[in-house]
Nanobody, 126 residues
């Protein structure tokens, strides 16, 4: 059984930082591209970041580029999202997802991610 479990969310003031983690089990982690997505109340889920199987390449949504950094530790079966300079508009439930297909690093869709975590809440106060 494959599970993805996010952690690290919470309440932070605008300008602050959080580091999200996503621990995977039940799959060969290094075979998967990993993505981060977020969904704010009343809005559709949107792409945040993506990382290749060995962490060589990354891709970000324009809204987070320069502020967020995605990384992974395949020895720990974990992907991270370091979020700096947080803004109130970053508040959302953040999800990680696993994509087994070889495709462009700059793929920002949600189709093809076979496994999803349950999400972790990020709240940013102004």
């Amino acid at each position: 059984q494959v599970t993805l479990v996010e952690s690290g969310g919470g309440l932070v003031q605008a300008g602050g930082s959080l580091r999200l983690s996503c621990a995977a089990s039940g799959l060969t982690f290094s075979n998967y591209y990993m993505g981060w997505f977020r969904q704010a109340p009343g809005k559709e889920r949107e792409f945040v970041a993506r990382i290749t199987r060995y962490g060589v390449s990354t891709f970000y949504a324009d809204s987070v580029k320069g502020r967020f950094t995605v990384s992974r530790d395949n020895a720990k079966n974990t992907v991270y999202l370091q979020m700096n300079s947080l803004k109130p508009e970053d508040a959302a439930v953040y999800y990680c997802a696993a994509d087994p297909r070889v495709r462009s690093t700059s793929y920002s869709g949600m189709t093809g991610y076979d496994y999803w975590g349950q999400g972790t809440q990020v709240t940013v106060s102004s």
